[in-house]
């Protein structure tokens, strides 16, 4: 008999001060959550996604758009091949034109041998767990690319946790420090309000704090909003003032 898993929230049940971090993320970076857009073609929101891995938001536009301006549709783009597809990438800019240029590729290759079409519109009539699977089933789509396109792309509840949710999970000790990005993700999934507007708001605000003020180095505790609840916070004070 195959062994049961507990819920990871079951292991690790959500600290308490876990409703007050998101209400005050909320209040300082997005009081009004947008109202969630669906996107006319999923596939363009993946292939986006694709080229915001290790890239910064400004060139991830830039090489997208240098894509459409070089391919008309993305049948287009699978019959020029990898070649012309780096090509186009190196044109608008940015770093690792190769790998994303055949993770594009055979992204498009396929879908287009599985589905007949290089197109994702028929995710938006789909549950929550098959549009993961379909999407986890792709080349170069893991977790945390799936979720970003569920949650960006088809207003589906999903939980991406990038280096800063990561990085400020750890800090504010809500997750034991070992887990990974995918088991915090696993985790966010199961204790937050299953909401898609909850977890977009969380997800932005968290990320939009890690910018500002949770930096990887030299974090600005003396000005954040939550080092009365932060147990780091008194580690990162004490070594600045041993600094200044």
Request: charged fraction near 25%; aromatic fraction near 6%.
């Amino acid at each position: 008999m195959a062994r049961s898993v507990l819920p990871l929230s079951a292991q690790h049940s959500a600290p308490p001060q876990l409703p007050e971090v998101a209400r005050r993320l909320r209040e300082r970076y997005l009081p009004h959550a947008p109202a969630p857009e669906i996107s006319r073609e999923p596939l363009d929101g993946l292939i986006e996604t694709i080229l915001s891995q290790q890239n910064v938001a400004v060139m991830t536009r830039r090489q997208f758009a240098g894509l459409k301006a070089v391919y008309r549709t993305w049948e287009d783009a699978l019959q020029d091949g990898p070649d012309g597809i780096e090509a186009a990438l190196r044109a608008a800019g940015g770093g690792l034109a190769r790998s994303k240029a055949d993770y594009i590729w055979n992204l498009l290759h396929r879908l287009q041998e599985q589905r007949g079409e290089l197109s994702l519109r028929d995710l938006r009539g789909q549950s929550d767990e098959a549009v993961r699977t379909l999407l986890e089933s792709l080349p170069g789509v893991g977790p945390k690319t799936a979720s970003c396109v569920m949650l960006f792309n088809l207003a589906r509840p999903a939980m991406p946790v990038d280096t800063h949710i990561e990085r400020i999970a750890r800090r504010l000790e809500l997750v034991p420090f070992k887990w990974n990005a995918v088991k915090i993700e696993r985790w966010f999934s199961e204790v937050l309000p299953p909401t898609w507007a909850e977890r977009y708001t969380f997800h932005v605000s968290m990320i939009r704090h890690g910018q500002q003020v949770c930096r990887s180095q030299r974090p600005l505790c003396a000005a954040c909003l939550l080092n009365d609840v932060c147990p780091s916070a008194g580690v990162f004070l004490h070594r600045a003032e041993g600094e200044g």
